[in-house]
């Protein structure tokens, strides 16, 4: 499974890995928001609940606990082109909040979203591997 395979990997880069959320977390997440999580996504959280806050991997990327993410502003998910129906979430950030990844979320999870960064060009981190 995803989740598991990503917390090895954080637990072998280091990084304090925070056991994951319940099923009745992630579903009042989803409740709150209108929104369902993609199945992997849904999968990392139940098997780790992100990283404690100040922590990051080795390209300076946290990810957060599911109590921390939070719907983006509305003009950026204009700019995003999100539909009526899908929204930006913030999930993670690089070098302590300086630049934010964000998830589009849906009412299905028959596709996941793309991610988007804000503020960051892409390729920043040189290291490649399984986030």
């Known amino acids: 499974m995803v989740g598991d395979r990503l917390r090895s990997y954080r637990l072998g880069c280091g990084t304090q890995v925070l056991p994951g959320v319940t099923q009745e977390q992630v579903t009042a997440f989803e409740r709150h928001n209108g929104v369902l999580l993609p199945v992997d996504v849904r999968d990392y959280y139940l098997a780790a609940d992100g990283m404690i806050d100040g922590d990051s991997d080795d390209c300076l990327i946290s990810f957060w606990q ?35 990844f964000a998830m589009r979320l849906s009412e299905s999870v028959a596709e996941p979203g793309p991610i988007a960064t804000t503020g960051v060009r892409s390729g920043g981190c040189r290291r490649r591997g399984m986030y």
């Not at 921390?68 to 509305?74: G, L």
């Not at 009526?84 to 300086?98: C, E, G």
């Open 66 to 100: 599911l109590s921390r993410i939070e719907a983006a502003p509305d003009d950026l998910n204009k700019r995003l082109s999100a539909s009526a129906k899908t929204r930006y979430f913030f999930f993670a950030d690089f070098l302590i909040d300086s630049h934010h």
